[in-house]
Each structure stands twice: as structure tokens, then as C-alpha cells.
């Protein structure tokens, strides 16, 4: 992605055509009390219910464009499942190949939202915007933030020249494969460490700040195993040791990240574990335990990196390699 900055907008008069599939989530969730904006249930308001409270849908679609909506789930995103993945890519994709639909929103909840956009951009690299958006406050909340990330998923997913998985919240744009969430409560709860936005929405303006994103897509059918491959996820911290290993190990893992300290760097009872089951066959990556930034090779790495894909990204990386594998 080169540096550039681009103020972009959809020409007056045109007309769109945009499908909102919704999965659930907070923008989806409600409390029993106006007030509570932790203590409510997500995916509880189904997706053609929170089209209706976005400001200036109904006034774009008098102005000839057209809101389709389709409801793919309606979980709590922690809940999310390798079925639900599945479905939701053949959903996005199914719309995609339909020639007169413009883009593709997902809602979606916060908790997985970076692992379902890198997955989608892994597997589809569409060549339309495909545009996840969700929210930090219920719908039920006084002061809800998802109906105006709904409005601006909305414009990103009709601008005329996007392209690829990006996610839209609190007025940013952030390429699906480098969001993440930063911030459990907070409505501005995305960042993309030293990457940083790649666009802003402001007043239904796009100022664009790098390329939309590309790449090579694997394909739905790298999605078609009824069995996905066992990827786990494992941390080094003071005081750790290989026994998780040699359990995982024992129960088939085929994949394993492991949140590394520093640099990337393990601990060596851990590590000790790591190296026997990289020799054994196992997929094994070191991811960043936490923060911004990439894993700085040394040289004399034992263990590959994730670069700057968090560990949860970085699982889904080495489920689709494992997938590749078979399909
Ligand atoms: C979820 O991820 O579904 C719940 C939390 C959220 O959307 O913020």
C-alpha cells in the first residue's frame, strides 16, 4: 500500500446497490436498562430492524439506491464458529458475484471481528468492498455508536473504486487483515498498530490515506472440510514450560501459535516444547503477546513469525495453510 491521500465520494445521483448481512454483536445487543452499555445481550435485534434506525438510509434509498439485508447469524462474536465462517463467506460471496450489487456490509460483534476480516480477505480478496462494521454500545443504549458505523459501512461499501475486507468504526476505515481491537470499551476500539487507518469517513466523504486492499484469494473451497485442522494458541510468560505442548500434542493439535514476549521471544522450557513439536509436524508460529508493531527477524529464529498479525489473526493464517493443504 503506497502513501497517497484521496478525498472520495459517491457521485450524486448515482444509484447503489448494497447487501447488509447481519451475524449479531453488540450492534445487534440489548440491555434491560437504557443506561447499561456492558451489561446486555448481543445479537438480539435482527439486521433489517437496525437498517431502519440509520440516519439518511431512507433518504438514499428515495435517491434510487437500493439496502438488502440478510440475516447469516445472530451470535455473540466470542461465540463465532468455524460453521458460521464457512457460511457467511458463501453468503458474501454469493452477493459478490451478483453483477448489479455494489458491495457487501457484514455487522458483526467486536470480540473476533479482526479474525472473521482476515479470514474473508484471505479467502475472497474480493474485488468489491466488502465492509464489517460493529458497535461498542447496544442498540438499546441512550447514546448507541452503531447506527452511524452502519451509515459509513454503508457509503464505503457503495464508493465507486473499493475494493477488499475493511472494517469501519468510529469514523475509521481499517484494512480487514491489519484490525484489531485495542480497547474493551471505549467506542473508538480499533487500531491497526504501525499501519495504521486507511481511510476516514467524514460527512459521507471517504479521505483515503493508503490503496484498498489486494491480494491473491485462496478460494471458498479452502473453507469445504467438515473437520478443520486443531490451531491453538498458547502464551509465553514468566514462570512457563512445555507441558501445555506435550498435552496439545498428545490430543492431535496440528497448529500452534504461541503469544511471544519481546521480540518474539519464548521462554526456553517453552521453547524447548515448540522445537520438538515443529519437528514432529506441527505447524508452529510465535505471534506478539501484545502492542503494536512487527516481530524484527534476528537471523537465527528457530521458530517462523507472524510479523504483525496478532496471535488470534495469526491462528486463522495457519488454519488456511492447514486447509490449503486439503482442499
Ligand atoms: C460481540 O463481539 O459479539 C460482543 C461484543 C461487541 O460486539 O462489542
Redesign the pocket.
Known amino acids: 500500500m503506497g502513501d497517497m491521500t484521496s478525498i472520495e465520494s459517491i457521485p450524486e445521483g448515482a444509484s447503489r446497490r448494497i447487501v447488509v448481512l447481519g451475524t449479531?454483536?453488540?450492534?445487534a445487543?440489548t440491555a434491560a436498562a437504557a443506561g447499561d452499555n456492558v451489561g446486555y445481550t448481543?445479537?438480539q435485534v435482527a439486521v433489517a430492524q437496525l437498517l431502519a434506525a440509520v440516519p439518511g438510509l431512507q433518504q438514499r434509498c428515495e435517491a434510487g439506491w437500493t439496502i438488502e439485508s440478510e440475516q447469516v447469524a445472530q451470535?455473540?462474536?466470542?461465540d463465532m464458529s468455524h460453521a458460521v465462517w464457512r457460511r457467511l463467506a458463501e453468503r458474501v460471496q454469493i452477493h459478490l458475484d451478483r453483477p448489479e450489487v455494489d458491495g457487501v456490509v457484514v455487522t458483526?460483534?467486536?470480540?473476533?471481528?479482526e479474525e472473521t476480516a482476515y479470514l474473508l480477505q484471505r479467502v475472497l480478496a474480493p474485488s468489491k468492498p466488502v465492509v464489517l462494521t460493529?458497535?461498542?454500545r447496544p442498540a438499546s443504549s441512550t447514546q448507541p455508536d452503531g447506527p452511524q458505523n452502519l451509515a459509513d459501512a454503508v457509503t464505503v461499501a457503495g464508493l465507486p473504486g473499493a475494493c477488499g475486507v475493511v472494517a469501519v468504526l468510529a469514523g475509521k476505515v481499517w484494512a480487514g487483515a491489519e484490525a484489531r481491537k485495542v480497547h474493551p470499551y471505549r467506542p473508538d476500539a480499533f487500531d491497526a498498530g504501525d499501519a495504521g487507518p486507511l481511510a476516514h469517513v467524514e460527512e459521507s466523504r471517504v479521505r483515503r490515506l493508503r490503496e484498498w486492499p489486494q491480494g491473491a484469494p485462496l478460494g471458498l473451497q479452502v473453507l469445504a472440510a467438515d473437520i478443520w485442522p486443531e490451531v491453538q494458541i498458547i502464551v509465553s510468560h514468566a514462570g512457563a514450560d512445555g507441558r501445555v505442548v506435550d498435552l496439545l500434542m498428545e490430543a492431535g493439535v496440528q497448529g500452534l501459535v504461541v503469544a511471544a514476549t519481546g521480540n518474539g521471544t519464548v521462554h526456553q522450557d517453552l521453547q524447548a516444547a515448540l522445537l520438538r513439536a515443529q519437528s514432529a509436524g506441527v505447524a508452529v508460529v510465535r505471534a506478539l503477546r501484545g502492542g503494536s508493531g512487527c516481530i524484527v527477524p534476528t537471523g537465527h529464529d528457530l521458530v517462523p513469525d507472524a510479523g504483525a498479525l496478532t496471535a488470534a489473526q495469526a491462528r486463522v493464517e495457519i488454519l488456511l495453510r492447514l486447509l490449503s493443504r486439503r482442499a
Open positions: 449479531g454483536g453488540t450492534i445487543g448481543a445479537g451470535i455473540d462474536s466470542k458483526h460483534g467486536t470480540d473476533t471481528l460493529a458497535a461498542m
